[in-house]
């Protein structure tokens, strides 16, 4: 079983930044794709940002040009840098990651951390 512990999140006022850090339990350099995803108290679970084993980026539209995903394999660490934030980026911010084996199939999850943008 993998463990995926968010860290970093807090209270940042509008136009701060922060910087999430997703430490796993186990080497994630076979994970095919890491991700950060949030959900918004009423609102359903969104996708940020996913990172592919080869280093390519995806970003969701509304954040594309303040948020920037990285992995480090040595590490088995995955950061998310945010910046110039708004309210609306207000959330908890999940991790997650996927690992595909001969075996099996599997995504695990990280409880989340809270990230609240407010002057």
């Known amino acids: 079983q993998v463990q995926l512990v968010e860290s970093g999140g807090g209270l940042v006022q509008p136009g701060g930044s922060l910087r999430l850090s997703c430490a796993a339990s186990q080497n994630i350099f076979n994970f095919i794709v890491m991700s950060w995803y949030r959900q918004a108290p009423g609102k359903q679970r969104e996708l940020v940002a996913a990172?592919?084993?080869?280093?390519?980026?995806n970003y969701a539209a509304s954040m594309k040009d303040r948020v920037t995903i990285s992995r480090d394999d040595a590490k088995n660490t995955v950061y998310l840098q945010m910046n110039s934030l708004k309210p609306e980026d207000t959330a908890v911010y999940f991790c997650s990651g996927r690992r595909v084996t001969r075996l099996n199939d599997v995504t695990y999850w990280g409880q989340g951390t809270q990230v609240t943008v407010s002057s």
């Open positions: 990172i592919q084993a080869g280093n390519s980026v």
